[in-house]
């Protein structure tokens, strides 16, 4: 199959992209300079010179002429809005297939540390985090484009981690160089489903092979409080796993950070596992503790 991956050299999408062209797959991705070009290339993937900005119709025309087109990119509010619009609208009435990539930040609780009891599974409705309206108005966008004869499908993972994530044991770590000891806001029960990206990848590729049209499938293997990994994080630098209010979280993550870091955010799968057969092969996320990529963030001088 000829896939079009738009956001192929990000953390996500990069993976997606290799583990399809791992299995077979003719796979284009989105390259906005000739350095990304270049690894693409030396990953067995054809880059595409264009943007989500002014190049954007260069996208849109692969995707026409791919069989399936993947949204894997993290980009802002009005290119994603715009790009989506632009993808359903081009694609409508050609049966191909369109799948995005989006997350459970859509139905983020802001719980301020604490834990909280809901859980969602993908059809279950929920209030949406105010700042993630315009992922939820993809969303919506993107499944409602499967009634005008595009197979269109949505993967919302849980907190995706892996080598190279940006996720919350990055930012504890992190925290450390900071202030000198492993932090976590409030209560540190707050939690966040969580996924590995190769999981992610296989639940793509499964989807691709014999996914609905019209269907969302959530990505879950485990759950962590932020809290327990603190304290593993702690453990594992010899300091201490350290509290902080709201503003003290603000000082060290930024404003949005010391949101993301006091929220809950929890997910179950039951449509993936029973419709794909998708198992997740890596459930604990406790395994990174240690790695020295990690260690090197909780020096002052990283």
Not at 232 to 243: C, F, I, M, T, Y
């Amino acid at each position: 199959m000829n896939i079009l991956v738009i956001g192929a050299t990000g953390f996500v999408g990069g993976a997606l992209a290799r583990h399809l062209t791992a299995h077979g797959h003719t796979v284009t991705g989105l390259a906005r300079t000739e350095e990304a070009a270049a690894t693409l290339q030396g990953q067995g993937i054809t880059p595409l010179a264009g943007d989500l900005d002014t190049r954007r119709q260069a996208v849109i025309q692969a995707a026409r002429a791919a069989d399936a087109t993947i949204y894997a990119a993290q980009t802002g509010a009005e290119q994603e809005t715009t790009t989506v619009r632009e993808l359903t609208g081009a694609l409508a009435g050609t049966g191909k297939t369109l799948m995005f990539l989006s997350g459970s930040g859509v139905l983020l609780q802001r719980t301020g540390g604490s834990w909280s009891p809901d859980v969602f599974a993908e059809n279950d409705s929920f209030t949406p985090e105010p700042l993630a309206d315009f992922r939820k108005a993809a969303e919506d966008t993107v499944l409602a484009a499967g009634e005008r004869e595009l197979r269109t499908m949505i993967i919302r993972p849980g907190l995706i981690w892996g080598p190279g994530d940006h996720g919350h044991m990055s930012m504890i770590y992190r925290s450390v160089a900071v202030t000198g000891a492993a932090n976590y806001v409030g209560e540190g029960l707050n939690t966040y489903s969580h996924v590995h990206v190769d999981d992610v990848a296989r639940l793509f590729a499964l989807a691709l092979d014999k996914g609905q049209t019209g269907a969302l499938y959530h990505a879950v293997a485990g759950e962590t409080p932020n809290r327990w990994i603190a304290e593993k994080v702690a453990e594992d630098l010899g300091v201490q796993a350290r509290s902080l209010t709201a503003e003290e979280a603000a000082g060290v993550w930024g404003e949005f950070g010391a949101l993301i870091m006091a929220a809950s955010s929890r997910i179950r799968a039951p449509r993936a596992r029973r419709e794909l057969g998708w198992q997740p092969e890596h459930p604990d996320m406790l395994t990174m503790i240690g790695a020295e990529h990690l260690r090197r963030l909780a020096r002052r001088n990283a």
